[in-house]
């Protein structure tokens, strides 16, 4: 069994062929995508397989989605151990407005916010806009 099979299956997510090749295709980028550009790779794929294989992944813990402000989702991989919990897996995001690529900064947490007694936070984002180092150099 490989690797991603074995990811996969830890998240109880049956290995078929084309999560195996999503699952690698996210594992492959540096950057978090868009779901048009996981139609782009696989254009011979249905597209409501290829939407229904993010969403289970995201149910599953296996991505996260991100809001970076353009209006359009993006989903990464998850760390190792993830599971994706407001208090304490969260980090920073980072979008570029030169290349208007979005990354995860996974060194960078988001602080713990208090909030008021009978509020419940379900979802935090934070995204940082500005120039990536690659653009920057």
């Known amino acids: 069994m490989t690797e991603t099979e074995e990811t996969l299956e830890a998240h109880k997510v049956r290995p078929t062929a084309m999560r195996i ?5 996210l594992a492959n980028k540096k950057r978090a995508v868009a779901l048009t550009e996981i139609e782009r790779a696989f254009e011979k794929a249905d597209r409501a397989t290829l939407s229904r ?14 809001d970076d ?25 980072f979008h570029c407005n030169n290349c208007d690529e979005t990354i995860c900064l996974t060194d960078h947490k988001i602080p713990h916010i208090n909030l008021p007694e009978g509020y419940l936070a379900e979802n935090v984002n934070l995204v940082v806009k500005g120039i990536c180092e690659k653009c920057n150099a």
């Open 69 to 93: 402000g353009t209006g359009v989702p993006k989903y990464a991989l998850c760390e190792t151990g993830c599971n994706c919990e407001v208090e304490q897996d969260l980090h920073i995001h």
């Open 21 to 25: 090749l999503i699952y690698k295709f």
């Open 53 to 66: 294989t993010i969403r289970t992944f995201e149910g599953k813990g296996i991505v996260h989605q991100i």
